[in-house]
């Protein structure tokens, strides 16, 4: 896939840390959210570094092993979802996952100056911002203020949506992730770089808020695949107890 990079994992220097270095390659940080969220799923979480011991000890510098591009929707909360706590992952949230300027800076900021290795977009079904989007569409009416802002930046993965035939919401949202994707890759040569060196990967995932599990919106990058098994054994489609 276009959208998604080759992964090899080369630590970097600056990444000192034992935790750092364990979780300093793409498919190790995508196997521990794996193991986080079916942890969440099962209704056994571990609730790991939210202790005052781990407070203390990440107050002078951070190494989060993922950046988490996700949607604002009060019941996507990463640290909770992926059983993670202080320090673990790097989160910048807009309504619908939407990637301007400021969203692409503090990914650039997390995969070149903190070292981490992995770029999650997050998304979800029955997503509100998609849902908004589509109505203005359908509509031919734009939201007032700065919500048109978010309407504008759905607008194009709508539109591919239409052209692949899809038309079911959560259909939708899965073409949006994909899309924003894209976005970050297309719109940020810097992370495109990191990607291409094998030092950072990007990929697109999808939660269902019932259930609480996640799975793979887009194929994978090489040495994911492996990783793609236990989140969709625990899809929807097979009951999930939460
Ligand atoms: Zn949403």
Known sequence: MSHT???GGQPGAQRTTDRASALSEPTRA?????????????????????????????????????????CSDSRLAAEIIFDRGL?????????????????????????????????????????????????????????SGHLRAVVDAVLPSLRRAEAEGV?????IVDIHIAQTVETLLGQSPVLAEEVARGRCAVVGVSY???????????????????????????????????
């Open 167 to 171: 038309d079911d919401i959560d259909g």
């Open 208 to 242: 269902r808020l019932a259930a609480g599990v996640v799975r793979p919106v887009a194929a994978l990058p090489a040495g994911f695949a492996t990783l793609d098994a236990p989140a969709r054994s625990t899809d929807p489609a097979t009951p999930a107890t939460v």
């Open 87 to 143: 320090g673990d992952l790097f989160v910048v949230r807009t309504a619908g996952h939407t990637a301007g300027p400021e969203v692409l800076g503090s990914v650039e900021y997390a995969v070149t100056v903190l070292g981490t290795p992995l770029v999650v977009v997050l998304g979800h079904d029955s997503c509100g911002a998609v849902q908004a989007a589509r109505e203005s569409a359908a509509t031919g009416t734009a939201p």
């Open 30 to 70: 995508y196997a521990e959210l794996v193991a986080g969220n079916l942890r969440f799923v099962g209704g056994a979480p571990r609730h790991p570094n939210q202790d005052a011991g781990h407070r203390a000890a990440v107050a002078d510098g951070q190494h989060p092993f993922a950046v988490i591009v996700g």
């Open 5 to 7: 990079g080759s992964v």
